[in-house]
């Protein structure tokens, strides 16, 4: 991996974990800010927990034995502890992970599945609490209660295999003697997440760590494209859960609608609205009950509508698609953020309408029949 500071190239510091050293570069950039007598913008993008999997040793050990049950334990466990919370969940018996079963997997398999989650684990707190030293830096300078703070992941968790994780690297032209020394490190389970060795989690943990959605990355369930987020700062109500449909299209809109800057009125499909009415409690949505947001993703797409009527679609072409179906699927998120009911034969109505909109929004982007099938 490259780096540039500045407009120039810089190196990474052999033996610095990542999450650290991002964490010190913006401390010093609010020390920087604070020399200086107006707003600032600073956006720090974590590489935790993505693959390769990799954290402190220290911070792995507070792990060890969590998930020694598997994965269909902890995603049950999830939706029952988010439902306690008060959380939109189903709480049925019928677990959402699908694939092998963890009591028919081998003593050395589970092994080394149960450490991959742990590490993964330990890479979320490691995040955790450097995100933890931002808030610590803008409390000393006094500037935290002045602070707007937008947290959130860009997409589900990755389900990615090692053999998908090596062709990605084969294909972007990665040096063949690196290639063949990836995953060698992992030879045994206590191995996975020291800084020479390159491990994945897999789908059946990037299911349970979706809970309660279905699927994961990739997919344009809620699982690939329901992401979890923090807002808090000045006129932000506090302690509120929300169920709007928001986008991270919304962001830049409701950046200049906090600090006082026209934004350009937008009522096309998909376009960004401010999320300010929500945050300020002014209002329980941003959108009206028609609009819609779209996406369209390596052979998959969604519609959904700020109602709670959503349709997604995977074409026959897409990876991955025995987990997914080749076909339209409606779900109604007011009452299944889960996934769980396909109700395309019940209301034929909502889903020749919802497709209707899918079709006139890929037509004015751009989108290819050829990719996204019919």
Same mark, same amino acid.
Request: proline share 4%; net charge negative; hydrophobic share 40%.
């Given at each position: ?53 990799? *954290? ?142 390159? *491990? ?168 290819? *029949? ?5």
């Amino acid at each position: 991996t490259t780096f540039s500071h500045d407009g120039e190239w810089a190196a990474f510091p052999i033996g610095s974990y990542s999450a650290d050293e991002f964490t010190n570069r913006m401390i010093g950039f609010l020390r920087d800010a604070e020399t200086q007598d107006r707003p600032f913008f600073a956006y720090l993008a974590f590489t935790q927990p993505h693959w390769p999997l990799q *954290a402190h040793a220290a911070v792995t050990a507070r792990y060890r034995s969590r998930y020694d049950d598997g994965p269909h334990e902890l995603e049950r466990d999830r939706r029952e502890r988010m439902a306690a919370l008060g959380f939109r969940v189903d709480t049925g018996d019928a677990a959402l992970v699908e694939g092998e079963e963890w009591g028919s997997l081998t003593e050395s398999m589970r092994q080394q599945a149960a450490r991959e989650m742990e590490v993964y684990a330990a890479m979320v707190e490691e995040m955790d609490r450097n995100v933890g030293r931002v808030i610590a830096e803008l409390r000393r300078t006094g500037d935290l209660e002045n602070t707007v703070i937008i947290f959130m992941s860009d997409n589900g968790a990755s389900g990615s295999s090692f053999a998908e994780v090596y062709s990605i690297y084969a294909n972007l032209g990665a040096d063949p003697a690196v290639l063949a020394t990836l995953g060698s490190a992992n030879a045994t389970p206590s191995a996975i997440g020291a800084p020479d060795s390159f *491990a994945v989690y897999g789908s059946q943990w990037a299911q349970a760590s979706m809970a309660p959605f279905r699927l994961y990355k990739g997919f344009t369930n809620e699982g690939g494209i329901r992401s979890a987020a923090f807002v808090r700062g000045p006129g932000i109500q506090r302690g509120g859960i929300s169920n709007s449909l928001l986008t991270v299209r919304d962001i830049y809109p409701t950046l200049l609608d906090l600090a006082g800057i026209a934004y350009p009125a937008d009522n096309s499909d998909g376009a960004g609205r401010s999320w300010e009415p929500l945050l300020s409690g002014s209002s329980r949505d941003i959108r009206d009950a028609d609009d819609i947001v779209a996406i369209g993703f390596n052979g998959r797409r969604m519609i959904a509508r700020a109602d709670g009527w959503k349709a997604v679609y995977s074409a026959p072409t897409a990876r991955g698609l025995e987990r997914g179906v080749a076909e339209w699927q409606l779900y109604d998120l007011t009452t299944d953020p889960s996934e769980r009911r396909n109700l395309a034969q019940a209301r034929p109505d909502i889903l020749q309408a919802l497709v209707a909109r899918w079709a006139a929004y890929a037509e004015a982007n751009n989108i290819r *029949a050829d990719i996204f099938g019919s």
